[in-house]
């Protein structure tokens, strides 16, 4: 569909030339951008998400009926969203001895605002049922955990009272981590 690939191809398909590694890589990014815009109908899946209440239900709800991904509608709701908001996608936990698992970190995808506020966050590679976020990881057969505070640090040192949920499914678990300021409404009243 994109022009610029559709001309080079046509030169190189059929033939011994191939194009460079960088810029194959360069074109699959580019198609997946475009797949994604298309899936999303550019700003209808934003729009849609922002009327519900905040929450991993959102997605969840939104990936049937857009027919994409738990995981990319996930990515998308939160890298979209007005809200100051993260994803963590962790691994499956390995369970160890006892109760205990470790969960290691795949990726994180912020918000805007929460990149604003929050700066780039190192978060650890893995995380433990001892840990704030590993706590809530579902284990035992449970898909979802209730939301719990947590409490992060910005990059000015100020605390944030935040809320953390997980959703859990074979592949991954997504911890959502949330400002609860991002909760609250404003309501104005004239007298």
């Known amino acids: 569909m994109l022009p610029w690939q559709r001309d080079i191809y046509c030169a190189i398909e059929d033939c011994a030339k191939t194009l460079a590694p960088e810029v194959s890589d360069a074109f699959d990014r580019e198609a997946n951008a475009f797949a994604a815009e298309v899936l999303f109908q550019l700003n209808a899946f934003q729009e849609e998400a922002a ?38 996608v962790l691994n499956p936990p390995v369970l160890g001895e006892g109760n205990g698992f470790v969960a290691t970190l795949r990726r994180a995808v912020a ?51 935040c809320v953390i949920e997980s959703f859990c499914t074979k592949y991954q678990v997504f911890v959502l981590i949330h400002e609860i300021g991002t909760l609250t409404h404003m309501v104005v009243t004239a007298r």
């Not at 991904?69 to 890298?79: A, C, D, E, M, Q």
Request: one cysteine or more.
């Open 51 to 88: 009327d519900y209440d905040f929450g991993l239900n959102v997605p969840l709800k939104l990936s049937k009926k857009y027919g994409a991904s738990v995981y990319s509608t996930i990515r998308r709701y939160v890298s979209t969203h007005h809200r100051c908001c993260a994803v963590l």
């Open 111 to 161: 918000s805007p605002s929460f990149e604003s506020v929050f700066g780039e966050i190192s978060w650890r590679e893995s995380f433990t049922p001892d840990d704030e976020i590993g706590r809530i990881v579902p284990l035992g057969g449970k898909k979802m955990s209730r939301p719990l505070p947590l409490i992060l640090t910005d990059q000015n040192g100020d605390e944030h009272a």
